[in-house]
């Protein structure tokens, strides 16, 4: 019987698995070409961590990896339901507090390494977390989408550590009652996304979308998201990847200043605050040399949002087990 040592957590409604030891040994020499390793030979731990009979396709899971960068406290790898993701905020508060509760950090300021760069986090009190995201872009404005059922719809595209298609223009409330209509026309969207081959920059997939609407009566928050997750699950938590997303739009079209703050609500009420500074152009020069990502005028988004923790113990993987490595739906 092997024994997988985890710690559970909750951001705002959605959960990490945090995998504190792991027995992967791996090769690369960098975390993005880690990603890529975990995805193509080590599949099997990830179905076996995060999907059922052990997890579930909400669950988000956070493999635990020593940094290669020595300026970081760890080095993390976000994977779900059906593969391995570039970074995950929500995912990121989860660590925090993880780590906290195993008593390898204490509150204050961290780095940690991901596939698409170093997230430098604050720990605060009560497990509060701000984490600084990899620089952030618009990549293209209100883009016109039709839809299998023929009606047409407009998004901006932005990344914010992941690829997003934000909507405003969907016509549907969000709310929690109305998440079997909010969840077609997510899935209508990105199919058609995918037949019209309308992607990021470099081609990359756009695996997230994001619908975005007025806030609840009762909330203070700015905006209300209803984010649909490559693997099918909807993001209970505002989304802190959607939400550098949506800054970053916010940010492009000169609505929200630098340092002004934004508040995110989620479908199911949860709040992610967000602000935003400028990336120093000479930066932005370092990440990409032909210019097109300085002319994006990337940011570089703060998001504080609030992490528990759920659950802590081993993980048991029985060879005997028909369903040890998990179902792949
Ligand atoms: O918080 O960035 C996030 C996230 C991505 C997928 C689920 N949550």
Known sequence: MQRIEFVDTHTGGEPTRIIVESP??????????????????FDDFRRAMVCEPRGNDVLV???????????CGAGVLFFNNIGVLGMCGHGTMGVAVALHHLGRIAPGQHRLETPVGVVPFELGSH?????QNVPCYRFRRNVPLVLPDGRE???????????????QDH??????????????????????????????????????????????????????????????????????????????????DGTLPPDGLYRQQSIV?????????????????????SGQLAALRPIVPSITGT?????????LLDPQDPFCMGIQH
Do not use: M
């Open 24 to 41: 992967i040994r791996f090769a690369g020499t960098t975390l993005a070409e880690r990603k890529v390793e975990f995805h193509q030979k």
């Open 61 to 71: 899971g956070a493999l635990l990896t020593p940094p290669l960068d020595r300026s």
């Open 127 to 131: 497990g509060r977390v701000t984490l």
């Open 153 to 167: 719809v407009h998004g901006d595209i932005a990344w914010g550590g992941n690829w997003f298609f934000l909507c």
């Open 171 to 252: 016509g549907l409330r969000i709310g929690l009652d109305n998440q079997p209509q909010l969840d077609a026309l997510a899935r209508s969207i990105r199919s058609a996304l995918q037949q019209q081959q309308i992607t990021g920059r470099n081609g990359e997939e756009i695996d997230h979308v994001e619908l975005i609407g007025p806030s609840s009566s009762t909330s203070v928050a700015d905006s209300r998201n209803y984010v649909l997750c490559p693997g099918g699950a909807y993001d209970r938590s505002p989304c802190g990847t959607g939400t550098s997303a949506k800054i970053a739009c916010l940010a492009a």
């Open 269 to 289: 009420g949860s709040v992610f605050e967000a602000t935003y500074k400028h990336l120093h152009p000479e930066h932005s020069e370092s990440l990409d040399t």
């Open 307 to 315: 992490a528990f923790i759920t659950g802590a113990g081993q993980l």
